[in-house]
């Protein structure tokens, strides 16, 4: 017997079989609880408190090359501005039915701005990032600082900045974002504001300010002590990211610990002021896959993202497989054992999760099976 069944341990109280007479009181008896707002746990439990977690939402993949090209028509059918707000097509789970969730926390969405389009300023508490697979020519402005936007690169835009796009480039251009919208939608904590129509800061420079004053590693201005919920930090460069990944399987290469198991790289981005999350409710990562390394497989309470940023892999889920190439993203429910393995020439992957909501309130859970 498996004592972490509920179909073994958790058997409904046994009541005898009801006589005619019995059946109509206890049908009667349930339509009243209807009428009053009532539900009996006994008829629930084993979906309201499961063993473990039991999500509604299923793993899924999105092929790059569909979400590229039906964003493009997007681009040529609907117009960017007041209102609509952002040109952003929410990557929605099978198994959560109608909203626009990648996970119960989480938004995923691809965004596109055409050349010469300007995505007006406004704010939300929703803390929100974006990470950019190709192209460059936008500037992000948050709170008045104009952020660049290039491959590789890892930006913030957290709750309650005021923050607009605009494309100064001859080429469109295409990007992920990840917001904690469900979550904040699904706890009624949200607020939102219209800024400015214009951008605040519409210069195009090499280096946000808030790189400039606080993107050296290990370093921060004495100006500002404090620990500070989100990160300040912009925008994270992906030189920096890179040449972290890198030096990670160097070391390996010349016995060195470092990585995360063997032709695993990982690094987290973080907020300097605490060393911890770069905000809140969404943990960053960047994993690199030396060709045909596999990862350790995991359960996790929470929900993760990849995006695939180079190379090619392959995806185990649950039950599911999934063949991923440049571009395409691939979700992995709540405590659906995952582990994913590199192609021939390896692979880059970008990774957000809502870890940190559950690790603040001490909810967190992982398990390896392998015990390794
Ligand atoms: O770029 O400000 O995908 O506010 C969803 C909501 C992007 C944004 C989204 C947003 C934005
Ligand atoms: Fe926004």
């Not at 063993?51 to 569909?66: F, G, I, K, Q, Y």
């Not at 925008?235 to 016995?255: H, I, M, V």
Request: charged fraction near 25%.
């Amino acid at each position: 017997m498996n004592e972490n069944d509920y179909s073994t341990t958790h058997v409904a109280p046994q009541v005898p079989e009801p006589t005619p007479e019995e059946e109509r009181e206890l049908n009667a008896m349930y339509d009243r609880m209807e009428q009053l707002h009532l539900k009996p746990l006994w008829r629930q439990i084993g979906n309201l408190m499961p063993n473990h977690p039991e999500p509604d939402a299923v793993a899924h993949r999105w092929d790059w090359e569909e979400l590229y090209s039906i964003a493009q028509r997007s681009g040529e059918l609907v117009p960017v501005g007041r209102g609509g707000e952002r040109r952003a097509l929410g990557l929605a789970n099978p198994g959560l039915g109608g909203p626009t969730y990648i996970a119960p926390t989480l938004w995923a969405a691809i965004q596109y701005l055409a050349p010469g389009e300007n995505a007006p300023e406004h704010r939300h508490s929703q803390n929100a990032f974006r990470f950019v697979i190709e192209g460059e020519g936008v500037w992000t402005v948050v709170n008045g600082d104009a952020v660049p936007m290039r491959r590789g690169d890892f930006l913030l835009t957290p709750g309650w900045a005021y923050h607009g796009h605009h494309n100064i480039a001859t080429e469109p251009m295409a990007w992920l974002d990840g917001l904690d919208i469900p979550f904040a939608r699904q706890m009624d904590t949200g607020f939102f504001e219209y800024g400015t129509e214009r951008l605040t800061d519409e210069s195009t420079p090499e280096h946000s300010r808030s790189e400039r004053l606080w993107a050296h590693p290990g370093l921060r201005p004495v100006a500002y002590p404090g620990a500070r919920a989100a990160s300040p930090i912009g925008r994270y460069a992906w030189e920096f990211t890179d040449r972290a990944l890198s030096e990670q399987l160097a070391l390996e290469d010349a016995g060195f610990p470092g990585v995360v198991s063997p032709g695993h790289a990982a690094i987290r981005f973080t907020n300097p002021t605490t060393g911890s999350d770069v905000m809140p409710t969404i943990r960053a990562e960047f994993h690199r896959l030396r060709p045909d390394a596999v990862t350790k497989t995991l359960h996790e309470v929470g929900n993760r993202v990849f995006q695939v940023f180079e190379g090619s892999a392959t995806a185990f889920i649950g039950e599911k497989t999934f063949e991923l190439k440049r571009g395409d993203v691939v979700n992995v429910p709540s405590w659906k054992p995952w582990h994913i393995a590199a192609g021939s020439e390896g692979a880059d992957l970008f990774c957000f999760s809502d870890h940190p909501i559950f690790e603040k309130l001490d909810l967190n859970r992982t398990f390896n099976p392998e015990g390794i």
